[in-house]
């Protein structure tokens, strides 16, 4: 009886639990100092400057916070909320309040870190939980941003 009642407490905390969150990493290297890089990066609308897939952006406040609203190309919209910034440690992280993409409660860090002599390492995390698709299909979407988003930061960074 006893391991009966151990089995079913068992299942009942793994049901209660949430499911477990989808993680997305993608780093890159740039062949440029890690202030440059991360100038480039910018302020929290500097993204419309270096992803190919932002046709402008928005800011606003939303509470003490900074709230961005990305137009995208081809159409549609993202709202994404900073949560945190460091300039000094050259990262910042931030939420999605609303848009198209297949997720729910996803954060994400974008940082610049120093890599050999005088080079820079970009690293782009996410968590999330797939909405409306797959655990592969979201990684897939979200992996896809983050990889064009470097890119885009890699080619304003080196630029002479």
Request: overall charge neutral; some cysteine; hydrophobic content about 45%.
């Amino acid at each position: 009886m006893l391991k009966r009642a151990s089995f079913v407490a068992a299942v009942a905390a793994l049901v209660a639990s949430p499911a477990l969150a989808v993680e997305v990493t993608e780093a890159t290297p740039v062949n440029a100092t890690p202030d440059k890089v991360w100038a480039t990066i910018g302020g929290f609308c500097g993204i419309q400057n270096w992803h190919p897939v932002v046709e402008s952006c928005t800011l606003s406040t939303g509470g003490a916070k900074l709230v961005r609203t990305l137009a995208l190309k081809g159409g549609g919209k993202l709202v994404e909320r900073e949560l945190r910034r460091d300039d000094g440690l050259m990262k910042y992280s931030y939420a999605i309040i609303d848009g198209p993409l297949p997720v729910a409660d996803y954060v994400s860090t974008i940082q610049v870190e120093p890599s050999g002599s005088a080079g820079s390492k970009v690293t782009w995390t996410g968590t999330f939980q797939a909405k409306g698709a797959s655990d592969a299909a979201a990684k897939d979407v979200i992996d896809g941003i983050y990889v064009k988003g470097l890119a885009g930061i890699v080619d304003q960074a080196t630029k002479p």
